[in-house]
C-alpha cells in the first residue's frame, strides 16, 4: 500500500494538473476575471528619418533640429529623430519621392518641387507674384495655402505641417547685372523644377538644373555662370568668392515646407499629432522671424566682402514679362480663382 506522503505528493499533481487546464471548462466558459488588470504596455518607441538639402547651420534646417529636440524632449524619447543634412540622402526631389513612397518619414523640401503630385502648388512660386513678406503671409498661412495642403492630402502620399521662409531669392553672378539684357544667354544653376527653369527662360538666361550641394562646384569648374538663392546661401555656401556681383532680384518667394509620409503620420495618434504640430508652429513661427530680420545682415556681410550689390534698373518692365505666364499656367492647371486671390492681396 503507498504511503501517506506518496498520496499526498499524488493529490498535488492531480490538483496542479486540473487547476492548469481550468477544471476541463474552455476559456469562454470560464468566469471573468475581477479586480484590476495588467498595466498597459508603453507606446512603441519610434525613430524617424529627416533628410534635407541645405548645411544644418542655415536657418531653416537649423530649426529643424530645434523642433526635433523638442518633441524628442516633449515624449520622453518616445518619439526620436535621425537627421540627415546637406543631400546625404540624395536630391529635393529624390528625398521627396522617397518620402512619398516611405521610405523617408520626413523631408524639408521645396514645395515647387511637389507640383508632380498637385500642380496647382507650384502656383506659390511662381516668378515676382509675392511682393513682400507681408504678402507672403498672407497667401501661404491664407485661404490658399489652406486649400493647398488639404489637397496635397486628398492627391499624394504627403502631409505638409506647414510652411516655412526661406528667403527671397536673388542672383550670384561672375558679372554685373542690372537688365534684361544683361541676362541674355547668362547659364545659371537651377532647381530641379519646371518653374525656376520657365523663370530663367523668360529672363532671357540658360538654365541648367543642378543640385544644391553641387553647385559651388559647378560654378568653381565653370558649368554655370551664376547660381540662384536666397542671399543667406551667398554668404554660408561661400558662393561669393566665385561671383562678387549680387542681383537683389526678389524674383520668387522662396519656402520650404516640413513634410512627413502621409503613413507614417496617421500612425500617430491625435495627441501625438496636435503634439507635433503646436511645437511646431512656436518653432518655425521663431525661425519665419529670423529669416526676414537675417537678411539685412546678409546683405551686409556680403558688402563688407566685397560684393557688388545691384537691383534691376526698370523693374516693372521684368514684372511685366511674366504676367502672361501667370495667366497660362493657372488656366492649364485650373486654378485661376486662386491665382486671383494672390493678385487681389498684393
Known amino acids: ?11 498535488s499533481l492531480c490538483l496542479a494538473a486540473v487547476l492548469a487546464t481550468g477544471c476541463g471548462q474552455s476559456p469562454a466558459e470560464q468566469p471573468a476575471a475581477t479586480g484590476p488588470g495588467p498595466a498597459s504596455t508603453p507606446a512603441e518607441k519610434v525613430v524617424l528619418k529627416i ?5 544644418p547651420d542655415m536657418t ?6 530645434i523642433w526635433a529636440d523638442r518633441v524628442s524632449e516633449a515624449t520622453e524619447g518616445r518619439i526620436s529623430f535621425e537627421i540627415y543634412p546637406s543631400g546625404q540622402l540624395g536630391t529635393l526631389v529624390e528625398m521627396l519621392e522617397a518620402c512619398e513612397l516611405g521610405t523617408l518619414d520626413v523631408t524639408l523640401n521645396d514645395p515647387s518641387l511637389m507640383e508632380t503630385y498637385l500642380p496647382e502648388i507650384a502656383l506659390l512660386s511662381l516668378p515676382f507674384i509675392i511682393k513682400d513678406y507681408a504678402h507672403m503671409d498672407t497667401v501661404f498661412n491664407g485661404e ?10 486628398e492627391q499624394s502620399n504627403l502631409h505638409v505641417m506647414g510652411w516655412v521662409w526661406n528667403g527671397f531669392r536673388s542672383i550670384c553672378a561672375k558679372k554685373p547685372l542690372r537688365t534684361l ?19 530663367f527662360r523668360l529672363l532671357g ?10 553647385t559651388f562646384t559647378a560654378m568653381q569648374t565653370g558649368v554655370v555662370e551664376a547660381v540662384d538663392s536666397p ?42 499629432q496636435k503634439l507635433m504640430l503646436d511645437i511646431y508652429d512656436e518653432v518655425f513661427v521663431q525661425c519665419n522671424q529670423d529669416v526676414i530680420a537675417a537678411e539685412q545682415t546678409y546683405y551686409d556681410q556680403l558688402v563688407d566682402l566685397g560684393c557688388a550689390m545691384t537691383e534691376f534698373e526698370n523693374r516693372q518692365e521684368v514684372v511685366n514679362r511674366f504676367t502672361d505666364y501667370w495667366t497660362q499656367f493657372a488656366q492649364t492647371n485650373n486654378c485661376q480663382d486662386l491665382l486671383q486671390q494672390i493678385i487681389d492681396s498684393m
Not at 181 to 199: G, Q, W
Open 1 to 11: 500500500m503507498p504511503s501517506k506522503k506518496l498520496l499526498a505528493v499524488l493529490l
Open 51 to 55: 533628410g534635407y538639402g541645405g548645411s
Open 60 to 65: 531653416a534646417p537649423s530649426y529643424v533640429q
Open 144 to 153: 490658399v495655402g489652406d486649400t493647398m495642403i488639404a489637397r496635397l492630402d
Open 181 to 199: 539684357a544683361d541676362c541674355e544667354n547668362l547659364v545659371i544653376r537651377s532647381p530641379e523644377s519646371d518653374i525656376y527653369v520657365n523663370t
Open 205 to 214: 538666361m540658360s538654365p541648367t538644373p543642378v543640385p544644391l550641394n553641387e
Open 231 to 272: 542671399i543667406e546661401n551667398f554668404v554660408k555656401m561661400s558662393f561669393y568668392e566665385l561671383g562678387k556681383n549680387i542681383l537683389i532680384s526678389n524674383h520668387l518667394a522662396s519656402s520650404l515646407s516640413l513634410i512627413f509620409n502621409q503613413d507614417k503620420w496617421d500612425s500617430f495618434s491625435a495627441e501625438d
